[in-house]
Nanobody
Framework: QVQLVESGGGLVQPGGSLKLSCAAS????????VGWYRQAPGKQRELVAG???????DYADSVKGRFTISRDNAKKTVYLQMNNLKFEDTAVYYC?????????????????WGQGTQVTVSS
C-alpha cells in the first residue's frame, strides 16, 4: 500500500497560481493511478484531475486549460499546477490513488482520504 500526503495550499488572489504536491510513502507508487479531488463547503467531493500509471491525464471541464497534473515517480510525488485561479476553485484539495484508472476517474479510489490542503481564492 501507499500513503499520500497533500501540501502546497494557501490563500491566493483571483488569477494567481499555486502548485500542490501529493507525496507518497510506502513501497509501491508507480503502479497507481492518482487523482486530485476537491470539496467545497456544502458540496460533495469532485474529481479535479487524474493521471494514470502510464501518464495519461484527464481534467474536469471547470479546470481544463488552467490546471495541469503531473507525476514524478522517482520522487514519488504527484503535482497539481493551478493557474488563473477563480473564486470557485476554493476548496479542500485531496489526492488519492487506485490500481485502476477508471476508479480514479469515477471518484472511487481505493486509498484512504487524508487531511487535504486548503486552497482559498479571495480578493
Amino acid at each position: 500500500q501507499v500513503q499520500l500526503v497533500e501540501s502546497g495550499g494557501g490563500l491566493v488572489q483571483p488569477g494567481g497560481s499555486l502548485k500542490l504536491s501529493c507525496a507518497a510513502s510506502g513501497s509501491i507508487f508507480s503502479i497507481y493511478a492518482v487523482g486530485w479531488y476537491r470539496q467545497a463547503p456544502g458540496k460533495q467531493r469532485e474529481l479535479v484531475a487524474g493521471i494514470s500509471s502510464g501518464g495519461s491525464t484527464d481534467y474536469a471541464d471547470s479546470v481544463k486549460g488552467r490546471f495541469t497534473i503531473s507525476r514524478d515517480n522517482a520522487k514519488k510525488t504527484v503535482y497539481l499546477q493551478m493557474n488563473n485561479l477563480k473564486f470557485e476553485d476554493t476548496a479542500v484539495y485531496y489526492c488519492n490513488r487506485d490500481g485502476f484508472y477508471a476508479r480514479v476517474l469515477a471518484g472511487k479510489p481505493g486509498g484512504s482520504w487524508g487531511q487535504g490542503t486548503q486552497v482559498t481564492v479571495s480578493s
